[in-house]
């Protein structure tokens, strides 16, 4: 959720990685990028044909958070929360590759890492998962289980909306403020919905909130 990739520190090694290889009172989901200085290898999975001879890529070949649109109108009428606020963290959260083998890779070299297309972190995810029927999965699988990264984020927005204080500055709109809770944690959150208003960081997450909210709508009727 808070803590995104230093893209910028590590890019050349990446792209030599990718072109070398086929393939807190707080606890926070999405991630802001942190500098590392190395990258672990990848490697791009072979696409398996199909009955016809054709062949089908895995879903995080093309990545598109249009393409699980059905899931998140699923878990976010579940969780009551609206459903183009959690398409578009998805696609905030889309900037990095979300091939599970990279995901794991990275993982080695970053002290805390972010699993699944909502970037969530583990303490996010074992705290949001308590009494609820995925409460036996674990933040491990959501690498390889795009549904599963969605109903927890989709959970942990309603848990958030919970800890909004009843009387709220209007600085912010309640979808605005879910997403800052969910990039900088719901005790920033309740600071921001006090009226402070949010650092660069956090506002540049509701800023590409913004940018991605058509796209988010439109996406929802695939």
């Known amino acids: 959720m808070a803590k995104r990739w230093g893209w910028v520190a590590v ?12 393939d ?7 991630t802001e990028p942190a500098t590392k200085s190395t990258a672990a290898p990848t490697a791009t999975p ?13 879903w995080y070949d093309d990545y598109d958070p249009a393409h699980f649109a059905p899931d998140v109108r699923r878990y976010a009428k579940q969780a009551g929360i609206n459903p183009q606020l959690l398409m578009a963290i998805l696609y905030n959260e889309s900037y990095k590759p979300h091939d599970p083998k990279f995901e794991r890779q990275w993982a080695e070299v ?4 972010a ?44 848990d958030l909306a919970k800890r909004l204080p009843a009387q709220r500055a209007d600085l912010y709109t309640k979808d605005e403020l879910l ?11 309740r600071i921001f919905a ?19 909210w058509a796209k988010s709508a439109e996406a929802l009727k695939s």
């Open 115 to 158: 699993f699944g297309i909502a970037n969530m972190h583990k303490p996010a995810f074992d705290e949001t998962k308590r009494g609820r029927d995925f409460a036996r999965r674990k933040w491990e699988e959501l690498p390889d289980n795009p549904a599963l990264a969605i109903q927890a984020a989709a959970w942990h927005l309603h």
């Open 179 to 189: 997403a800052l809770g969910y990039n900088a944690g719901g005790g920033n959150m």
């Open 194 to 212: 006090r009226g402070r208003k949010a650092g660069s960081q956090a506002q540049s997450y509701v800023d590409r909130l913004h940018d991605n």
């Open 110 to 113: 970053d002290s805390d890492p």
């Open 46 to 58: 072979t696409a398996k044909p199909t009955a016809k001879t054709t062949t089908s890529k895995p």
């Open 24 to 30: 807190k009172e707080d606890t926070t989901a999405g």
């Open 11 to 22: 890019g050349v090694l990446l792209a030599g990685v990718w072109a070398a290889c086929s």
